[in-house]
């Protein structure tokens, strides 16, 4: 199957000021769009042209590093819109309960998020996660993703890459974690959280 750019979930001047129109624009329309096209183009008429997404990363894993870079990046763009909303959204019970837990409070998970993401050295992502039942903030690098790590399930994710925040706020990548951290959908954080298996692109 090809695989299409999914629309943003919100206008895309939902973000501002966190996130200008601007950047939205660049980030979704030309990185996200490349991202999808260089996947449809390294699969069409192969055996991975009728796998899903996420079978199509954890089958390039370490075989075709092209591919997965490519592939991992359409997912994790995809997951990214969907972790920020246009409005406030509240988590759900089950969630806050293991906020509490696990960080003392959303303000302070927000703040560990923002501290990693600041501390995170070149581009990747900073994930907010399930594993083995507890939560846990997990870094990847570069292009890698959480799509297809088992162990793992995702709830939200900020993009550490320049291109997510330049245009708004140059080099200071802590400002704009600072401001995204505004943005979270705790709602979609919720609905992985209770769904209990990994988010998967849309077909």
Same mark, same amino acid.
């Given at each position: 199957?090809?695989?299409?750019?999914?629309?943003?979930?919100?206008?895309?001047?939902?973000?501002?000021?966190?996130?200008?129109?601007?950047?939205?624009?660049?980030?979704?329309?030309?990185?996200?769009?490349?991202?999808?096209?260089?996947?449809?183009?390294?699969?069409?008429?192969?055996?991975?042209?009728?796998?899903?997404?996420?079978?199509?990363?954890?089958?390039?894993? #370490? &075989?075709?590093?092209? $591919?997965?870079?490519?592939? *991992?990046?359409?997912?994790?763009?995809? %997951?990214?819109?969907?972790s920020m909303a246009e409005k406030e959204t509240s988590a759900s019970d089950e969630l806050k309960s293991m906020i509490d837990s696990a960080? #003392? &409070?959303?303000?302070? $998970?927000?703040?560990?998020? *923002?501290?990693?993401?600041?501390?995170? %050295?070149?581009s990747g992502w900073v994930w907010l996660a399930v594993k083995d039942g507890k939560l846990t903030i997990k870094e990847t690098h570069d292009?890698?993703?959480?799509?297809?790590?088992?162990?793992?399930?995702?709830?939200?994710?900020?993009?550490?890459?320049?291109?997510?925040?330049?245009?708004?706020?140059?080099?200071?990548?802590?400002?704009?974690?600072?401001?995204?951290?505004?943005?979270?959908?705790?709602?979609?954080?919720?609905?992985?959280?209770?769904?209990?298996?990994?988010?998967?692109?849309?077909?």
């Open positions: 199957m090809a695989f299409d750019l999914i629309d943003l979930p919100y206008p895309d001047t939902a973000l501002e000021p966190a996130v200008s129109a601007k950047t939205l624009s660049f980030h979704h329309g030309k990185h996200h769009k490349a991202y999808i096209d260089k996947t449809n183009a390294a699969i069409e008429g192969t055996d991975h042209a009728d796998k899903t997404l996420e079978e199509v990363i954890a089958a390039a894993r #370490g &075989s075709n590093q092209g $591919l997965f870079n490519n592939a *991992a990046q359409s997912w994790n763009h995809g %997951f990214y819109w969907h960080f #003392g &409070s959303v303000d302070d $998970l927000k703040a560990k998020l *923002a501290e990693r993401g600041a501390g995170h %050295f070149a292009g890698d993703t959480l799509a297809d790590q088992g162990e793992f399930n995702p709830l939200l994710v900020i993009d550490l890459w320049e291109h997510a925040y330049y245009l708004d706020h140059q080099n200071a990548r802590p400002a704009y974690l600072d401001a995204v951290n505004g943005k979270l959908n705790w709602a979609f954080a919720s609905e992985n959280l209770a769904r209990g298996s990994t988010w998967a692109y849309p077909a």
